[in-house]
């Protein structure tokens, strides 16, 4: 297999690296929160990125790579579920839902979400230094509706592990389900593209037919 | 042809656009690395616009490292996958970083330890072309920019081959071919006309800049090197093409 890759996943990974690095320099207690996460990784899943983000602790640094074989705990999340996360919400619900999925050691979620909670990081200012404005308008865009709620998932990684660790396993929906109904999804799109566009020929033809028609008949008035 | 002609062409090999004797290749490489080496890092960032670093990244999202891999950095320079390697396999891991030239590795472990990597790096100076390692030794190789400079590169991926683990994977990064025209000649002209200029201006040694150059058209293209890796013995061969191909990423497995 060749094919061409563009490399706008590490541009991002190197961006996300640096700004929390430097936020973790900055804060007061920063570095103290990776103790616990040293050599563990989290991959998150969002559904729109196209490929895993990966974090690991190394040194009191995290590193950000799309490595994602065997990670200590995989969330498979999407941006539209977290925009769309109601403040009563909880995750067993989301769960439930099939719209969220934590597979492995949700003590490793918790910790991070820790972790997250410490930093403070100007998103927009911090991305445009490194992969330009145009590129962090659009994300920030994006990013300005995600804030806050993700500020929420944060709260509830670390209010409901307890709860979700009782849950039983079976209530979620693996990857490879998902994976299975995404394809099922755009197969269904692509069956009715083709079926919208047979419509718009035969409505054209229909349309073309109709007023020659209406044609034939206007000279025949006019001639009789 | 004449014997003797054959006989040369075997005996001979180039070094950039120049045909020389084989057993004079590795030193005249080693006279570019060991020129270039201290200013190797900079001029890296400036001739490549930093995109050697999102190549570098590439490399490593595909070799799927895991904490406690045993991973070797071949013609590994300065040491910049080393370091992202380091940190990735832990303490339970390892990393070699491997380069025949002594300049080169000096600058790399300087560097490396001024960043506070220690624990889990060795240095070794060594041949891709005879590796000192026992068989079945690294679950991972990479060799990035280097296996053009290597006189033999059959010999070197077959001893490559060699010291890989089964299940162990082979990571070339290196320049390539790229896909369309204009590209290619874009980065004809780039090569050619600004590189050895920038390599004068700021490493004030543009004819080691000019080999750079040419040695990187003398580089086999994606099939040629794909054929050779499987040759050698590595299964399931793949590439990339990155940054319409002006860089490439093989990988192979051994099985
Ligand atoms: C362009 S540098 C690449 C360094 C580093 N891998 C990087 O990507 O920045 C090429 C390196 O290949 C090394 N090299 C050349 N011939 C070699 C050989 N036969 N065996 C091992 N290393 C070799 C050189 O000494 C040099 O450090």
Known sequence: MANNTTLHQQLLCSALEAIINKALALSLNGTQSLYPLEQKN???????????????????????????????????????????????????????????????????????????????????????????????????????????????????????????????????????????FNLQVSELEIHTETVNDRFLAIEKALLNRSSKQFAVNSNKDSSE | MSPQDQDNQENSTHFGYQTVDK?????????????????????????????????????????????????????????????????????????????????????????????????NIEYVQANAQHLPFEDNTFDIITIAFGLRNVTDKDEALRSMFRVLKPGGRLLVLEFSKPEQELVSKAYDFYSFNILPKMGELVAKDGDSYQYLAESIRMHPDQDTLKEMMNNAGFEQTTYKNLTGGVVALHKGYKF
């Open chain 2, 23 to 119: 057993s004079e290749k590795e030193s005249k490489v080693a006279g570019v690395f060991h020129s270039v080496a201290a200013q190797y890092d900079v001029m890296n960032d400036l001739m490549s616009f930093g995109i050697h670093r999102l190549w570098k990244r590439f490399t490593i999202d595909a070799s799927g490292v895991r904490p406690g891999n045993k991973v070797l950095d071949l013609a590994g320079g300065t040491g910049d996958l080393t370091a992202k390697f380091s940190q990735l396999v832990g303490k339970d891991g390892q990393v070699i970083l491997a380069d025949i030239n002594s300049s080169m590795l000096n600058v790399g472990r300087d560097k490396l330890r001024d960043r506070g990597l220690v624990q």
């Open chain 1, 42 to 180: 989290l991959v998150v899943y969002l559904a729109e990125l196209g490929f895993p983000l990966s974090f690991i602790v190394n040194n009191s640094k995290v590193l950000v790579t799309s490595l994602s074989e065997n990670p200590d705990c995989a969330i498979h999340t999407s941006v539209k579920t977290l925009v769309a996360l109601k403040n009563e919400q909880s995750l067993t619900e989301l769960i439930k839902q099939d719209k969220l999925d934590i597979v492995g050691d949700i003590k490793i979620a918790q910790q991070y979400a820790n972790m997250a909670e410490t930093l403070e990081i100007d998103w927009q200012s911090e991305l445009a230094k490194h992969i330009g404005d145009v590129p962090t308008y659009k994300l920030t865009q994006l990013s300005k509706k995600l804030a806050d709620k993700l500020g929420f998932a944060v709260k509830q990684i670390q209010a409901d592990s307890t709860e979700w660790l009782v849950h039983e396993k079976r209530l979620v929906v693996t990857s490879s389900q998902i994976a299975a």
